[in-house]
């Protein structure tokens, strides 16, 4: 399931689902992108051809890259002194290979940077010259809400197996998945209360078949009394 996750509301603005033959890069070239979106991805999408399409484009990228890279460096541009001390390397490189360099002929930007929390170095490559050497690292630390969505579908959704194994089965499970967690987190959006969103699915199981008012539920789940909904104008049946 090829995503583009908006990073404004955490949830998908577009799928493209595939195969698992399908590698994430092929799978890539088909989510539409508007001219200057900033788009941030893991290595498997460091696809030379695929970042020439999106800089011919106007779009911007933040791409983690692979260990084999080869480059030179141009010119390396200065790290601030007194913040920011986990930055390593801040340069502009350009590709070497002439395979590589005919995919991508233009020039990057290259930002490395310590990651005390899995202790490794992170390494980016971006097409975005301006922005500070921070700003490229931080957009890359978001790229995690992706991991946290697809998370939340498999455990708070029990999407890990399959009922039918049949192409039409297993998507709709998927798109009956996607939809679910869009309702979701539109009222954990729209609740008063701050539900973590495990806890909400847990209560709404278990409040499937109470008659409450949702919208008042959702604000004060522990509120006695609550009023009734509307009564229903059917006629006497007997």
């Known amino acids: 399931m090829h995503t583009l996750l908006d990073y404004d509301g955490h949830l998908p603005a577009y799928v493209n689902i595939t195969d698992g033959k399908t590698a994430d890069n092929k799978g890539a070239y088909d989510v539409p992108l508007l001219k200057g979106s900033v788009i941030v991805a893991d290595r498997f999408y460091n696809d030379f051809d695929l970042l020439n399409v999106w800089n011919s484009n106007g779009v911007y990228f933040v791409v983690r890259h692979k260990e084999n890279i080869k480059f030179k460096t141009i010119k390396e541009l200065e790290l601030p002194e007194k913040k920011h001390q986990h930055h390593l390397k801040d340069e502009i490189i350009e590709l070497k290979g002439a395979k590589t360099k005919e995919k991508y002929p233009k020039r990057l930007r290259r930002v490395a ?95 499937l078949f109470v008659k409450v008012d949702l919208y008042q539920w959702l604000d004060n789940h522990f509120a006695k009394g609550q009023p009734s909904p509307n009564k229903c104008i059917q006629g006497v049946l007997f």
Request: proline share 1%; net charge positive.
């Open 113 to 207: 940077l310590w990651g005390e929390k899995n202790q490794q170095t992170i390494e980016v490559i971006t097409n975005q010259r301006f922005w500070t050497a921070n700003t490229i690292t931080e957009l890359y630390k978001a790229r995690w809400e992706v991991e946290i969505f697809f998370r939340d579908i498999k455990q708070q959704l029990h999407i890990k197996s399959f009922i039918g194994t049949s192409q039409k089965v297993v998507m709709m499970q998927i798109w009956n998945a996607l939809i679910s967690i869009l309702i979701l987190k539109a009222l954990k959006t729209q609740a008063k209360h701050p539900w973590c969103l495990s806890n909400l699915v847990a209560f709404i199981g278990l409040n």
